[in-house]
């Protein structure tokens, strides 16, 4: 048998580019969600994004659905942290409406979407130590959001899913003791970040695979509508909190922290300082919380009729600029909302200009640095 | 010969290896039970990342039209013996979802389940609740869905069709689709 | 209000165009069709560089679809919801992509569930449906339920014992 010489395989077009499937059903994947590559032996020639596996079709239902009811459909669009969407459908429906929120729930509100950012990037850690093989990360970090979620559960009823938001203010008022607990929590989560810090961004191996990959420039990341985090780690100080507060957040004392370098490292140490800034509003949440009523009356729910009017309310969420853009013609169902979903640009945009060259290992780094939940633009 | 089989179905239960297909968002609930606070290998459960060396799929919530044909591609792809857990209410009829145009009401009428958990979405414990039950059935040898869809292949293989490869508008008439290719 | 909001309403309202106010830092401006190109270019030129969106509402009674392009402006801390109007028996419009790329997968995805077209994008292929055959979905006229029900068929009378939801409609 005569050896064919290795430089002659090289040549051969037939085997110089192949198709490779990353997802649905990839652990290198954050969710139900594809990327077709065109490799180059481990270079990436060319990118296809194929969504459309989650959609549901919410924006349809929601037309059929009341004011209210929608309530209960709407936290399933962004799975890991779902607080962001009930929170800014109510400020959407309240703006409308003319509803005043009492200071109290507005309170509650900030904590419960400082909380839910918490938890959310404590999951985008575990992501992280997935996508570096690094697995006692997801072991530590979601062992730790379960403190979260059994808060929630305390508060709201319901582990991942609270529904919990009303238009006019929340559900239920805060149970005794909860707020003593959470200053707890806080306390331990607080004494957990060094440890995070020597387990996942000090790690020398994990600095290795992420330093330099996926670099994003501010000017690239504003031209492709990236938001949150993202942003930021790309040294651009654009905070909704800060610039356009909503809720309570301009009576409190945070920083923007500023990373600045843009590759995947600097979005993950991001992730990383914002969860201190968390960790400090829920401080001075729980000092500041006033008394009062936790919700404003609104009219009975089936006759809920909001005025006609457009409206776009958006929350800073762990993710980016979560957007709800309703549109109402003063009926009891809404016209139309449409969802902005953080991850809409990045995943099925940039996506296909950022992994262009480069390596197949980089892939998953990539996607779990941009934090792309696919829920949220297949909604 | 029914003692063997009893000992493979007694061992058969104690080592389940689950296929980790996030299909929808019951998927949230799974790193919890994965992970050290539920930690599901206890009962020798651990997650896997091809079909082919898989015994559950897990089938985590809604499936979209596009994500069933990936399932049934996946399915088809495990070896029998092999299991289908529905899990949430989506699987069971629809949940929430029970008047999208996308997804689908009623998992069994497209791939064998052999149990359903409900909730939406169902606790960690319900999840271990379930693999526990698992084991029950396939001791009992009860647990014989892959049996029953190579039996019935043709009944799922038509309602795969109806909503898979469909060639005419379900509802609307033709002339009225503007839609261009 | 926002200072930057005010003085940028009365600037498109000198521009002969409906503009106004809608929150603290939002405003609307109503474009005609064929100048869409050249006010967009002029939002991104004056700060307006971040595209959030681009959604569709489909105005039945009109007969119209409204195409909403939404821009944000980081160093005003302002956002504009610019609003194009199109008939909705000849649903075209121009692309936007010459001045975002990113127009590219929103224009798909509208494409896809309102049907409109889009000339000069080139790639309009079914994105997050498989093989749809019915009107665009998050048209008024398209009856999800009624779909629903005849592709799935939720039927009460099979073995398992399910009822079949109960269709409730508050009026």
């Not at chain 1, 810090?197 to 992420?210: A, G, M, S, V, W």
């Not at chain 2, 958990?117 to 892959?146: H, N, Q, T, W």
Request: include cysteine; charge should be negative.
């Amino acid at each position: 048998m005569e050896l064919r010489p290795l430089n002659e395989s090289n040549t051969n077009d037939k085997y110089k580019t192949y198709e490779l499937f990353i997802g649905p059903n990839h652990p290198g994947i954050s969710g139900n969600f594809s990327y077709v590559l065109d490799m180059e032996g481990h270079k990436i020639a060319n990118v296809t994004a194929d969504p459309g596996l989650l959609h549901r079709g919410f924006e349809k239902l929601m037309e059929r659905r009341l004011w209210t009811q929608n309530l209960a459909l709407i936290p399933r669009i962004c799975v890991p942290e779902p607080d962001v969407n009930e929170v800014a459908y109510c400020m959407g429906v309240e703006h409308l409406a003319g509803i005043e929120v009492p200071k109290r729930a507005q309170y509650i509100r900030v904590i419960v979407l400082e909380m839910a950012r918490i938890a959310a990037y404590l999951f985008s850690f575990s992501g992280v130590g997935g996508a570096t093989g690094l697995y006692t990360a997801p072991n530590w970090a979601i062992g730790d959001r379960d403190y979260i979620l059994d808060l929630f559960e305390w508060l709201t009823g319901g582990r991942v899913y609270h529904i919990y938001q009303y238009p006019g203010g929340v559900k239920m008022d805060i149970p005794d003791g909860w707020l003593d607990k959470l200053s707890e929590l806080l306390d331990y989560l607080e004494s957990r970040l060094p440890e995070y810090d020597n387990l996942i961004f000090k790690n020398p191996i994990l600095q290795k695979r992420t330093k330099g990959v996926g670099y994003l420039s501010a000017e690239d990341a504003i031209e492709n509508g990236i938001t949150g985090p993202n942003l930021r780690a790309s040294g651009v100080k654009w905070d909704i909190r800060k610039a356009q507060p909503y809720l309570v957040y301009d009576e409190l004392d945070f920083d923007i922290p500023e990373t600045g370098d843009g590759d995947a490292f600097s979005r993950f140490v991001q992730r990383r300082l914002e969860m201190e800034e968390s960790i400090k509003i829920l401080r001075q949440c729980i000092k500041q919380i006033p008394d009062g009523p936790y919700r404003e009356k609104i009219p009975n729910p089936f006759q809920f009729r909001v005025p006609a009017g457009t409206y776009y309310s958006k929350v800073e969420s762990s993710k980016g600029e979560f957007g709800y853009f309703i549109v109402s013609n003063g009926d009891i169902k809404p016209y139309r909302v449409y969802v902005r979903g953080p991850s809409y640009s990045a995943g099925l945009y940039y996506a296909l200009e950022a992994m262009k060259n480069m390596r197949i290992e980089d892939v998953p780094v990539w996607i779990h640095s941009m934090d792309i939940c696919p829920p949220d633009f297949d909604r | 010969m029914s003692e063997w089989k009893d000992l493979t179905n007694f061992f058969r239960g104690r080592s389940f290896w689950m296929l980790h297909y996030c299909t929808g968002c019951g998927a949230m609930e799974l790193p919890p039970t994965m992970t050290s606070r539920w930690d599901m290998e206890r009962f020798g459960v651990i997650p896997m990342a091809t079909p082919r060396q898989a015994d559950i799929l897990l089938v985590t919530g809604y499936l979209s039209l596009k994500s069933l044909k990936r399932l049934i591609y996946t399915y088809e792809q495990m070896h029998a013996p092999k299991w289908v857990l529905g899990f949430g209410s989506c699987t069971i009829n629809g949940g929430v979802y029970w008047d999208s145009y996308n997804v689908i009401e009623r998992l069994d009428k497209y791939l064998p389940v052999d149990l359903y958990i409900a909730g939406c979405m169902p606790r960690p414990e319900a999840i271990l609740d379930s693999f526990k039950k698992l084991r029950e059935l396939v001791e009992k040898g009860e647990a014989k869905g892959y049996e029953k869809y190579v039996k019935n292949y043709e009944w799922y293989k038509a309602n795969q069709d109806r909503v898979l490869k469909r060639t005419k508008p379900v509802l609307q008439k033709p002339e009225e689709v503007t839609r261009s290719a | 209000m926002l200072e930057s909001v005010e003085k940028k309403v009365e600037e498109l309202k000198r521009m002969n165009l409906e503009a106004k106010a809608l929150g603290d830092w939002q405003f609307e401006v109503l474009v005609p069709r064929e100048r869409t190109a050249e006010i967009l270019a002029y939002m991104k030129a004056t700060g307006y560089k971040t595209f959030i969106h681009l959604a569709c509402v489909d105005w039945i009674d009109d007969q119209e679809f409204e195409l909403v392009y939404n821009l944000e402006n980081y160093d005003e801390k302002a956002q504009a919801l610019v609003k194009v109007r199109i008939p909705r028996n000849k649903p075209e419009m121009e692309s936007m992509m010459s001045i975002w790329g990113l127009c590219q997968v929103y224009e798909r995805e509208i494409h896809e569930f309102f049907g409109i077209n889009f000339i000069g994008n080139p790639n309009l292929k079914p994105f997050f449906l498989d093989e749809w055959l019915d009107i665009p979905p998050l048209r008024k006229d398209f009856d999800t339920l009624a779909f629903s029900q005849e592709l799935f068929e939720f039927k009460e009378d099979e073995s398992h014992g399910i009822k079949a939801p109960k269709r409730i409609e508050y009026k």
